[in-house]
């Protein structure tokens, strides 16, 4: 079982940057492949990156140059790292967590891009 808790998101005007955190419980982390999520309003949970245990990196399109996902062994913690942020990335950012077959959700954090 992995428990995930994330930090790090909120209001943030167009063109500004925030991190967001995600912490996993347990002693695999660094076995783990773990990603981030999003769901705006009124549409599907998608993709935006993800990092595995070897740091293979893949982004959606959408936030490739704007977006780093990166992670820290020592710390159990993969971060999104989010410039140059649009009103289109108003969403619930979910941190994922995949061993084998099985993959672990957090809870979300809102991020809401406005002026």
């Known amino acids: 079982q992995v428990q995930l808790v994330e930090s790090g998101g909120g209001l943030v005007q167009p063109g500004g940057s925030l991190r967001l955190s995600c912490t996993a419980s347990?002693?695999?982390?660094?076995?783990?492949?773990m990603g981030w999520y999003r769901q705006g309003p009124g549409k599907d949970r998608e993709l935006v990156a993800i990092?595995?245990?070897?740091?293979?990196?893949n982004y959606a399109e959408s936030v490739k140059g704007r977006f780093t996902i990166s992670r820290d062994n020592a710390k159990n913690t993969v971060y999104l790292q989010m410039n140059s942020l649009k009103p289109e990335d108003t969403a619930v950012y979910y941190c994922s967590a995949t061993w084998v077959t099985k993959t672990y959700w957090g809870q979300g954090t809102q991020v809401t891009v406005s002026s």
């Open positions: 990092i595995t245990s070897g740091r293979t990196i």
């Open positions: 347990g002693n695999i982390f660094n076995r783990l492949v």
